[in-house]
């Protein structure tokens, strides 16, 4: 029950040289559905990461970790990613599959083991099936194309309705840059990044310190600005690519146009993305944009916005059309902004003014609140009136469906 979320065109997802991807069926969740996807990149693509701050990091995550290094940055020649299964509290034993699965691919490929990301997304507690995975490898392999980006979309979802791509393409003095991604995500969505997956690539060619810097500030402006119900992932995961097979030269100041013409890009990318998993989240039938202004600074703002987007009473609200909003005015009371002065603060829903100094706007009328509330798509805006700062969130509602999809997530 995606919120205005339509699958994407394949033919708008422009293909990035030096990258290709193939999909398979590794029998990973239900037979008869592509469940495996690989990523090839060619010789000399840097990949950058990042990942979940969960404790409880999956396998995959860990492995990941090893290869990209300290700086989260390095070559790579292969991503693999499977769902069904999260290799998620796996213990030893889920850290050897995922290794597993690293082989496996390098030998096909011929080249190191270090050189393939293995990514998993699905049940947690789960022992990967990775014979499975290996044997269907080379189906993948064989399937491998530059224009494959919808299809690998689809492969990678687990509860998920829709597939999730996007692409843009930007003149960077006069050069044409490509910019294609793809992500998975309905429920378990609060990414904290330093069972979202997200994997975005370009055919730009970007220094290591850079596309490492990029990657963190995509994930701030993007997937870091979404909640579906505030679960962080065991397996959270957002990988950008850089081929460098466009004719542009290398980007190495963080500076320059040239490199804010390309965060633009990846971000907006990411941001397509990003909303894409709140529209289709788990049982969602609203889309909130929620903007919280007049703070002190960007983390106050956030907390702010956080304690209203995860309140199950503030989502059930927005869920039965009810404009029950003093339950907004709760959350902003009890973000953890403790010397707030609620006299400050103004409440808007959509172009209503619901709420001023303390109270109820003397204006404002249910009906008003009403028709906004029965909107799919609902803005909601919140100033605390202490400062200059401001950030912006996106969520959905908890529905009655959401319970029965996670209820019966494992049947």
């Known amino acids: 029950m995606a919120v205005k979320l339509d699958p994407p065109d394949p033919a708008a997802l422009h293909p990035v040289a030096g990258v290709r991807l193939g999909v398979a069926q590794a029998g990973i969740r239900k037979p008869g559905r592509d469940d495996l996807c690989v990523l090839l990149l060619d010789a000399g693509t840097l990949v950058a990461g990042v990942f979940t701050r969960n404790r409880f990091c999956a396998a995959p995550v860990q492995v990941c970790l090893e290869h990209l290094g300290a700086q989260q940055c390095a070559t790579v020649r292969a991503l693999v990613v499977n769902t069904g299964c999260a290799n998620a509290g796996t213990g030893v034993d889920g850290l050897l599959a995922a290794?597993?699965?690293?082989?496996?691919?390098?030998?096909?490929?011929?080249?190191?083991?270090?050189?393939?990301?293995?990514?998993?997304?699905?049940?947690?507690?789960?022992?990967?099936?990775?014979?499975?995975?290996?044997?269907?490898?080379?189906?993948?392999?064989?399937?491998?194309?530059d224009d494959n980006w919808a299809r690998a979309a689809g492969a990678i979802m687990t509860t998920d309705t829709v597939p999730k791509a996007a692409s843009v393409q930007v003149a960077i003095d006069g050069v044409t840059v490509t910019v294609t991604g793809m992500a998975k995500g309905a429920g378990m969505i609060r990414p904290n990044m330093a069972t979202m997956l997200g994997f975005i690539a370009t055919d730009a060619r970007v220094a290591p310190a850079?596309?490492?810097q990029l990657v963190r500030e995509v994930a701030d402006a993007s997937f870091n600005c979404i909640t579906v119900d505030g679960d962080t992932s065991t397996n959270d995961s957002l990988v950008i690519a850089a081929s460098g097979h466009s004719a542009l030269g290398l980007i190495s100041d963080a500076h320059s146009a040239q490199a804010a013409a390309l965060?633009?890009?990846?971000?907006?990318?990411?941001?397509?993305?990003?909303?894409?998993?709140?529209?289709?989240?788990?049982?969602?039938?609203?889309?909130?944009?929620?903007?919280?202004?007049?703070?002190?600074?960007?983390?106050?703002?956030?907390?702010?916005?956080?304690?209203?987007?995860?309140?199950?009473?503030?989502?059930?609200?927005?869920?039965?059309?009810?404009?029950?909003?003093?339950?907004?005015?709760?959350?902003?009371?009890?973000?953890?902004?403790?010397?707030?002065?609620?006299?400050?603060?103004?409440?808007?829903?959509?172009?209503?003014?619901?709420?001023?100094?303390?109270?109820?706007?003397?204006?404002?009328?249910?009906?008003?609140?009403?028709?906004?509330?029965?909107?799919?798509?609902?803005?909601?805006?919140?100033?605390?009136?202490?400062?200059?700062?401001?950030?912006?969130?996106?969520?959905?509602?908890?529905?009655?469906?959401?319970?029965?999809?996670?209820?019966?997530?494992?049947?």
């Open 263 to 411: 965060r633009d890009a990846l971000v907006a990318v990411a941001r397509q993305l990003a909303q894409a998993i709140v529209r289709d989240g788990e049982g969602a039938t609203k889309f909130i944009t929620l903007r919280v202004e007049g703070a002190r600074s960007v983390d106050e703002a956030r907390r702010v916005g956080y304690a209203v987007a995860h309140s199950p009473l503030v989502k059930t609200a927005f869920f039965a059309s009810d404009p029950n909003l003093g339950r907004i005015l709760a959350a902003v009371g009890y973000s953890g902004v403790d010397d707030l002065d609620v006299r400050g603060v103004d409440l808007y829903l959509g172009d209503v003014h619901v709420a001023t100094r303390g109270g109820r706007h003397p204006r404002y009328a249910e009906a008003d609140g009403q028709r906004v509330m029965a909107q799919p798509e609902i803005d909601v805006r919140i100033a605390l009136g202490r400062g200059d700062a401001a950030a912006t969130l996106w969520t959905c509602d908890l529905s009655h469906d959401y319970v029965s999809i996670n209820a019966d997530y494992r049947s």
């Open 210 to 212: 850079l596309l490492a």
């Open 99 to 145: 290794r597993r699965t690293c082989v496996d691919l390098a030998a096909l490929l011929h080249v190191q083991p270090g050189a393939v990301l293995p990514f998993s997304t699905g049940v947690i507690l789960e022992p990967l099936p990775v014979e499975r995975l290996g044997a269907a490898l080379p189906a993948a392999l064989d399937d491998a194309r």
